[in-house]
Structure formats: C-alpha cells, structure tokens
C-alpha cells in the first residue's frame, strides 16, 4: 500500500513563477474583436466535443484521457486566465473529477500482472497482445502466440491454414494499423518442429508474432482472430500528461486568493496528483546532475526497460513544477530541474542559429546488446535516430517555457533560439499558403502536407513569450485550416490563442 503525507504547506505569497499582469479589464478584452472571435470559436467546437462525448464513460485503454481528456482540461485553465470567466473552471472540474474516477485504483482495474495501480491502464495499439494458445486437432495445447509488433497489436489478425500434409501448416498475420495498405506476412511450410525457428524474430529484429511450442502436432486451422491485449499502466509515459492541467489547477488556485472558494477541490485534487506521482516515481533514474524515466522492465511494451521519449519526460516536468508551484516542496523542484538539464543536454545548436531536437536520446541512438539486459521484449537493439515530430514537440515546448517562468535552466535566450527555428526551419509558404513541416528539421519524413498543424499550443505559448510574430503565423495556420476540428489539442489551441490574443490587443 502506498502511504503519503497528506500535510501540504500553501504559500500563497511566495510564488517561483511570474504572476500574468493584466493590463485590461475584462470587459475591455470582450470589446477586441479578433479575441472575441477566437473565443466564440472555442465555444461552438467546445459545445461539439461536449456533445460528442455526451454519454461516453472515461476510459483510457486506447489513450483518450492522455491524448484527449488531458489537453481538454489544459483548454479550460487556459480559457479561464484569458477571459477570468469561471465557468472555464467549473468546466475543467466537472472533466477533472471524471478522469479521477477513471484512475485504475477507483475503477477496480487490474494491470497485466494482477496489481491494482495509481494510474490510468492503457492496452489497444500500445500493448502487446496476451499470449493465446493454439489447439491441435484433438483438443491437446500446440502453440502459443502472441502478437508484438511496436504498436497496434489490436489491429493484428492471425489465421491458421493447413499445410501440404498432416504434418505441416501455414501461419497469416495481417497488420491492419493503415486500414488502406495492410501489412501480410505468410509463413509457409511450418512444423510444430520448425514453427519457432521460422517465425520468431532474430535478436535485434521486430516482428509481428511470436510463438511458443507447447505440443507435438501442428495447431488445428483457425480463423483469423486478433488476440487481446494487455493492460498496463505507463507510470511516465501516461500518468504527466494527465495530471499536467490538474496540477496546474492546483497552482492556480493555491496562489490567486481571489480564488479560494476552490480551495477545497484544489486539496482534493493534490492529494490525488501526489498518490499518482509516488507511484510514478518509482522509475525515475537519477544520473549526475540530470534525471529519466524508464517504461517499466517486463512490461507489456515494445521496449520495455528504455528510458521514455522526450515529450513524455517534459509532461512529468511539467507536472513537477506545478506541484512545487501549488506546495512550495524542493523535492518536486529537483525532479523538474533534473529533467530540465537532461533537456539542455540534449539541445544541438546548429551553425544558423537554430536547434535541434530529437525525439528520444541516449541509449534509443546507441542500442545496445543482450549482455546490457537493458530490455525483455528488445534484448538488442541497434539505435536509430529520428527528429521530433512538431505533434509531440508542443509537450516539449510547454515545459521549456514552465521552465523559462520558473527560472530553471532554460532562459529567454533558449526559447528565442526556438522562434528562430520555427522561422527559418518549420514554417513554410506555398502557393496554398502556410504550413508547418512534419519535423522541427524542416523534413516532412514523407506524410501529407499540414499534418499536425492543428496541434499549436506549444509554439503559441512560445510565441506569446518572446515573439509575436510566431503567434501570427501560427494563428493563420490554424484559422485558415484547422480550427473548425471538433478535437481537444484544436480547443488547446484555440485557448493559447486566444490568450495571446488578449494580451496583445
């Protein structure tokens, strides 16, 4: 049983980050027009979400609390500091209270070894399958599969054939991820003696399947089926992105006196974030001066065992410095600055004075060998390399600029170097107008033009902080093109927007 102080100490008074200047009323800021517009617009597609979502429970299996439910109540905090308006608030806690309630422990939900966790499980395209056992012809176990490609295992098909003989088999897995273009693997001619040896992928190699002899005949045909996945809980990869915006409510209101009748719900919700975040914490590593976490070892995961991504570490820093701005505990402090340094790091300074970025670090560069026992389900890994992708660089984003406010590690020069990126590097013109690249090194890796250009939060929120001009462009971007999406990152979106907005008419 995980046992915490519930003792916090509120500081209203002594407050790390900078307090937001208003230099208009509100009534003033409801008489811009551009600000009006973008706040009507938020309205309307918020009215469309609400109505989607009208009916449907909570439920983070396929990651709609993390990459939905999170940037929603991000939106209502964000709307709130625009407008003061607090039926953004009171939205956010309705929202809040239900993530809550949908915390593995408060449903009852059980993770792949049996426990009961402090987080939100997770199965669908990011697990790998359970093991499922295949009959022969007279009922007796022959194989077990289980599906483990990197991702969507719940979109895997596997069908048993016969073979040429008694004695032979066929194995088909379809990979339905592209619904248009699946991927088919036929494995021929197999025997119950040859069926492990022909199918398992090599150390270092991915594959769709992989089997376990469990018998002497070869499994009777089957149809195709898609094996169920399993649940587990992702401490970091999950758990930061969720409890970002309750922990920033938390801060808000812990700090702003005018708010203390939601005191009470901010108390709740910190005891909450704090039971998720020690059990969270449980895989941080701290090396030096700078600090990770890893996915869990003998997890259900690709690569289980490796340190996270870099837009899953800046949630959790995120988070951090929420919850020191809320309780004022070094302890929350450190773990932010650990991950901060980590981040500076990794920053490459390029010769035009533009960075660059990646979206993992370390050892996913590098690899590694089965001798390391680095990971279960990836004993050897080879290393590769790839930029960040401007969809999951906006977490990023948003905790250099936590970071910047906070005065950790990162300072206004650092985030100009970023503005000046966007310009020389992400935004591009063509004929149809303005768009962002699918990278932050300006490479599109192949996908449609204008992918991920409705996730903008993060170069607003920098824009807002040191260059208007990224604000623009990225308000064009958006209004032109994106900004009638009924989707939580569009609302996160509209929100900065809008609160850039009212701080500069």
């Known amino acids: 049983m995980i046992q915490i102080s519930t003792t916090f100490r509120f500081n209203k008074y002594q407050v790390v980050t900078f307090l937001i200047v208003f230099v208009q009323s509100v009534s003033a800021i409801a008489q811009t027009p551009d600000f009006q517009a973008v706040r009507e617009r938020y309205d309307r597609l918020h009215d469309q979400v609400l109505a989607l979502q009208k009916g449907e429970g909570l439920d983070n299996k396929g990651g709609g609390i993390v990459w939905g439910s999170s940037y929603q109540m991000d939106s209502y905090i964000t709307m709130f500091e625009a407008t003061q308006d607090r039926k953004y608030l009171d939205h956010f806690i309705s929202l809040a209270d239900q993530v809550i309630a949908a915390r593995a422990d408060k449903r009852g939900l059980l993770d792949f070894r049996g426990r009961l966790t402090y987080g939100w499980p997770s199965g669908g395209h990011y697990t790998l399958g359970k093991p499922t056992t295949l009959i022969d012809a007279e009922g007796h176990p022959s194989l077990r599969v289980r599906t483990r490609a990197n991702s969507y295992n719940d979109k895997t098909t596997i069908e048993v054939l016969p073979g040429t003989n008694d004695s032979s088999f066929e194995i088909k897995v379809v990979n339905f991820r592209n619904p248009e273009k699946p991927i088919e693997k036929v494995f021929s001619n197999l025997t119950i003696e040859s069926v492990e040896e022909t199918i398992n992928p090599k150390p270092g190699q991915r594959g ?42 938390c801060a808000l209101v812990m700090n702003d006196p005018d708010l203390s009748d939601y005191e009470p719900k901010a108390s709740e919700y910190l005891h909450e974030v704090r039971i998720s975040m020690v059990e969270h914490d449980q895989f941080f590593i701290e090396e030096e001066d700078h600090g990770y976490t890893i996915f869990e070892k003998g997890s259900p995961f690709w690569c289980d065992g490796v340190p996270e991504p870099h837009n899953t570490l800046a949630c959790s820093g995120s988070t951090y410095l929420h ?183």
Request: glycine content about 6%; overall charge neutral; hydrophobic content about 35%.
């Open 208 to 249: 769709f399947l992989q089997v376990k002899r469990l018998g002497d005949r070869p499994p009777a045909p089957r149809e195709p089926f898609t094996p169920t996945t399993e649940l587990m809980t992702f401490h970091g990869h999950h758990t930061g992105r969720i409890l970002t915006p309750i922990a920033r409510f």
């Open 323 to 505: 919850l020191y701005r809320a309780t004022g505990e070094p302890y929350y402090l450190d773990r932010a600055t650990r991950l901060a340094k980590l981040f500076k790091k990794n920053h490459i300074e390029k010769p035009d004075g533009t960075w660059m970025f990646y979206y993992w670090y370390g050892l996913m560069h590098v690899g590694w060998t089965a001798d390391a026992n680095i990971s279960e389900n990836l004993p050897v890994y080879s290393g590769a390399k790839s930029a960040e992708d401007i969809s999951h660089f906006q977490l990023t984003l948003l905790f250099l600029v936590d970071c910047f406010e906070n005065g950790i590690v990162f300072e206004k020069e650092d985030l100009e170097k970023w503005a000046t990126t966007f310009h020389k590097t992400i935004y591009e013109e063509d004929p149809q107008g303005p768009y962002l690249t699918f990278r932050v090194d300006g490479n599109q890796s192949g996908v449609t033009k204008g992918k991920s250009n409705h996730v903008l939060y993060g170069f607003i929120e920098l824009g807002n902080r040191v260059d208007p001009k990224v604000v623009e462009r990225c308000r064009e971007i958006l209004l032109a093109n994106h900004s009638d999406k009924a989707l939580p990152t569009v609302l996160f979106s509209l929100a900065t927007l809008a609160n850039a907005q009212r701080q500069t008419d």
